[in-house]
């Protein structure tokens, strides 16, 4: 197993076994417990230089995983890969990037999520809720950003973990994503407000050119469903 964290330009990643070879600034160590883990990860992302940090244990993954999220604070999100009847992805261009919809989730999504819950004696699990609450918030965040009305939600997609730092604040963002469709009937219409300056439809054999100016961190999720 393997979970990819992205810090600015740089990736750090957890495994549960040893690497068989080292990339390009690759740095590999296997995880010694929380006082090593918290030294090697706070000096990796202090560089901010772009490069690899991978972190690995064959018998003591989960606990290295746990560890490794304790140290920083957690922000849940939701956000939509979206595609019209073209077969076109819907991106935004925020803060000088290529960006595709998504924000964090708020207490009113929760409180939704709550209302509507379904099942034996009208409960649910908590994975179910966990879900319904991440699939409201991101067809809101949608909607929100973009302009579109009318969405509907295909799949769900995996998990992108990314860093950022709000003073002396490590902060992980768990976005979870979506595959949505949606028409080219609603007119899009990009949230000012929130520094979105682009909505746009592209093709498929035009994302070289929103690959060279955006996260690394979306670039598998877009390549997932391409």
């Not at 999520?113 to 965040?141: C, F, P, Q």
């Not at 730092?165 to 902060?171: H, S, V």
């Not at 979105?196 to 054999?205: E, H, K, T, V």
Request: glycine share 6%; aromatic share 8%.
């Amino acid at each position: 197993m393997k979970i990819d964290i992205y810090c600015n330009e740089s990736l750090i990643v957890l495994i549960d076994t040893r690497p068989v070879m080292k990339k390009d600034g690759e740095v590999q160590v296997q995880y010694q417990g929380k006082k090593a883990l918290k030294e090697i990860v706070f000096e990796f992302e202090k560089t901010g230089l772009k490069g690899i940090l991978s972190v690995w244990s064959e018998d003591k993954f989960k606990q290295m995983v746990k560890t490794f999220f304790a140290l920083h604070e957690k922000v849940e999100a939701a956000g939509g890969v979206v595609f019209n009847e073209h077969e076109e992805l819907l991106v935004i261009h925020r803060n000088g990037k290529w960006d595709l919809p998504k924000g964090k989730i708020n207490g009113k999504d929760r409180r939704k999520a709550l209302s509507n819950r379904s099942g034996k004696n009208g409960k649910s699990s908590a994975t179910d809720l966990v879900e319904r609450i991440a699939r409201i918030a991101a067809i809101r965040e949608v909607k929100e950003e973009t302009g579109l009305k009318n969405l509907t939600i295909s799949s769900e997609l995996f998990v992108t973990y990314h860093i950022y730092f709000n003073n002396d604040r490590r902060i992980v963002k768990h976005t979870r994503w979506f595959r949505m469709e949606a028409t080219t009937e609603d007119s899009l219409k990009p949230q000012i407000s929130e520094g979105i300056i682009i909505a746009r439809w592209i093709p498929a054999n035009s994302l070289g050119c929103i690959f060279a100016h955006t996260y690394e961190s979306l670039k598998p999720l877009i390549k997932s469903v391409m």
